[in-house]
């Protein structure tokens, strides 16, 4: 499958712009070596919010890991807001965290179970030595208002005492008061009911706003990323396969992997004809990647060329970028003296 070429990337106002990572992890004393992201580029601007889609095991979530240097990548380059973090020292990547965070998957277990929930959303502020007491205080009361959480119970509370969505408010709380620039989202509604999924989806979009944040949203989920995402790249065994709009890639999309995800959405209608594209088998292992593009055990179209080359994300229109050599969707052609050429 796909991931390299950077014609996706951006010139503009970009928070994050992430080239060629490459994490690696080894297996025992075997020599051999889990490929979990194999030189992915992909770029945020300043203000939006880029969802990471995939099925279990992509790269997804250890991409997001390895933006924050949890742990550090294999290689690659990580600019955040014109600084490279792979170069920072432990101190100085510390301080760089702090207009950086991360919301995790399970809210319960990322929380300290042995202190109130007031004294972990304070935590932060106290280790940076932000402001006075009094004005950590008020700053703490005001953001658990804003994610809709009681302060005088969060001081009399543990973790425990909330509901999973509410202990996810939190943890949005406790990201919030370092007063970040960009904000990785690990699958923050997964473990979450349909119905406190939404609220909490509705949360993260009217904080956005209020405090000016740029988003990462890392999901499997489309119907959930659709929602919450201006742009959405699709990862697939360590690479990106698809990059575009939000609602352009949910019209159209244009890699055969994509189209599966798509098509495994339900739709609540029994009258609904639904179509499914032919798929095949199970992922390959990540420790023996298939060579070419790596989707090509799987995909209908695969070739003898999808079985040895790998193909480069390029634009199909529209800013709509595709690593595919028989996408699904043709190139739009660009006319050239009044003369439109393919």
């Given amino acids: 499958m796909a991931g390299t070429g950077k014609a996706h990337l951006h010139d503009g106002d970009v928070v994050l712009r992430v080239e060629d990572l490459v994490m690696e992890f080894p297996v025992g004393r075997t020599g051999l070596k889990v490929n979990a992201v194999s030189g992915i580029s992909f770029d945020v601007l300043r203000g939006e919010t880029l969802g990471l889609v995939g099925e279990s095991g992509c790269g997804k979530s250890t991409t997001g890991r390895a933006v924050m ?5 294999t290689s690659g380059s990580v600019l955040f807001e014109g600084q490279e973090l792979t170069a920072l020292d432990g101190k100085a990547m510390r301080e760089a965290r702090t207009k950086m965070q991360m919301i995790f998957q399970d809210p319960i277990s990322s929380l300290n179970p042995r202190r109130k929930v007031r004294d972990i959303v304070m935590e932060p502020l106290t280790i940076w030595k932000r402001g006075s007491k009094s004005e950590r205080g008020s700053l703490v009361d005001r953001v658990l208002e804003d994610v809709g959480i009681d302060p005088q119970r969060a001081a009399e509370s543990q973790p425990h005492q909330f ?3 509410q202990c996810q408010r939190i943890s949005i709380a406790r990201s919030l008061v370092l007063d970040p620039t960009l904000i990785i ?6 473990a979450l009911d349909v119905s406190v999924q939404a609220q909490v989806l509705n949360l993260l979009q009217d904080l956005k706003d209020q ?4 988003l990462i949203f890392i999901a499997h989920d489309l119907a959930v990323v659709k929602n919450v995402s201006d742009r959405v790249a699709v990862m697939y065994l360590g690479k990106v396969c698809e990059v575009a709009a939000s609602d352009d890639l949910y019209a159209r999309p244009s890699h055969h992997y994509t189209k599966v995800l798509l098509d495994a959405i339900p739709v609540p209608d029994p ?3 639904v179509s499914h594209t032919n798929v095949v088998g ?7 990647p298939p060579p070419g593009c790596r989707f090509h055990p799987r995909c209908p179209a695969a070739d003898q060329t999808c079985m040895t080359v790998e193909p480069e994300l390029r634009d199909i229109g529209g800013g709509h970028f595709v690593a595919c050599h028989h996408p699904l969707v043709s190139e739009t052609p660009v006319a050239v003296g009044g003369t439109a050429t393919s």
């Avoid at 240097?69 to 990548?73: A, E, G, S, T, Y």
């Avoid at 989202?185 to 997964?190: G, K, Y």
């Avoid at 199970?282 to 023996?288: A, D, I, K, T």
């Fill in 282 to 288: 199970e992922p390959p292992s990540p420790v023996l």
């Fill in 211 to 214: 405090y000016g944040l740029t």
């Fill in 69 to 73: 240097q949890l742990p550090r990548p």
């Fill in 185 to 190: 989202c690990d699958e923050p509604v997964s």
């Fill in 163 to 165: 509901s999973g969505g």
């Fill in 271 to 273: 009258d609904v004809k």
